[in-house]
């Protein structure tokens, strides 16, 4: 399976600013997927990231809040803008390879631990 | 109704014993079936994928029954270190693409 690492693994962020988080894959990888998982809670996918065009949203996910980033096919970033105490969660970047309609196994980085104050 | 349902637990056992998982899910276009584990404070990792023969993986076998559209996950001479958050996990055809819907997770507690 892919090496996915993320930065920052941890942030403390005042409420009313943004974060950004990156994933790195170490190698190409057809898909890359960010979730979010709140505390006792499981994971709810954000949106699908999509190299050289615009991400795919979950309902109850926007651009504006989360934009999204996936310049190739081993990197990707989320920003979680105009940040409140509500969006105090795990961030967590995922890929899969393989074709969409086929079965495909889906890795997870380490995660971004994200406190609003 | 949720789309992916589990008991929560917490399943508390001693080391050897034998606990079984269930879960039920909700769409019957559902494609694929995995099983997760997750620590405490760490990101879900595969444990296995789901076939519908059933598959075994050493001391975890997994099955499937898609006409009860029921997953179960067997684990066999129970160790301290299986102690987790195992996630029942089912690959969905929604809006024309597929996406992973996760269950709630089952803990377990392996107790020496």
């Known amino acids: 399976s892919a090496v996915i690492s993320q930065k920052p693994s941890r942030d403390i962020c005042q409420r009313g600013t943004s974060l950004t988080i990156q994933c790195q894959v170490d190698?190409?990888?057809?898909?890359m997927f960010w979730y979010r998982q709140q505390p006792g809670q499981s994971l709810t996918l954000i949106a699908t990231?999509?190299?050289?065009?615009?991400?795919?949203?979950e309902s109850g996910f926007v651009i504006d809040k989360f934009p999204i980033s996936r310049p190739n096919l081993t990197f990707s970033t989320l920003t979680v803008s105009n940040m409140s105490p509500e969006d105090s969660s795990i961030y967590l970047c995922?890929?899969?390879?393989?074709?969409?309609?086929?079965?495909?196994?889906?890795?997870f980085g380490p995660g971004t631990r994200l406190t609003v104050t | 109704r949720k789309e992916v349902e589990q008991d929560p637990g917490p399943f508390n056992v001693p080391e050897g014993a034998t606990v079984a998982f269930n879960c039920t899910y909700s769409?019957?276009?559902?494609?694929?079936f995995f099983w997760y584990r997750q620590d405490c404070r760490k990101e879900p990792k595969l444990l296995m994928s789901?076939?519908?023969s059933g598959n075994e993986d050493g001391r975890f076998t997994a099955q499937l029954n898609r006409a009860s559209q029921y997953i179960s996950l067997l684990i066999r001479d129970s160790k301290l270190s299986d102690s987790a958050t195992y996630l029942c996990?089912?690959?969905?055809?929604?809006?024309?693409?597929?996406?992973?819907?996760f269950g709630s997770g089952t803990r377990l507690l392996v107790r020496p």
């Open positions: 995922s890929v899969a390879s393989g074709f969409l309609g086929l079965t495909y196994e889906q890795y």
């Open positions: 789901v076939y519908s």
């Open positions: 769409n019957s276009a559902s494609q694929s």
């Open positions: 990231a999509n190299q050289g065009s615009e991400a795919t949203y």
């Open positions: 996990v089912v690959n969905v055809l929604m809006d024309s693409s597929y996406k992973l819907i």
């Open positions: 190698s190409q990888v057809t898909m």
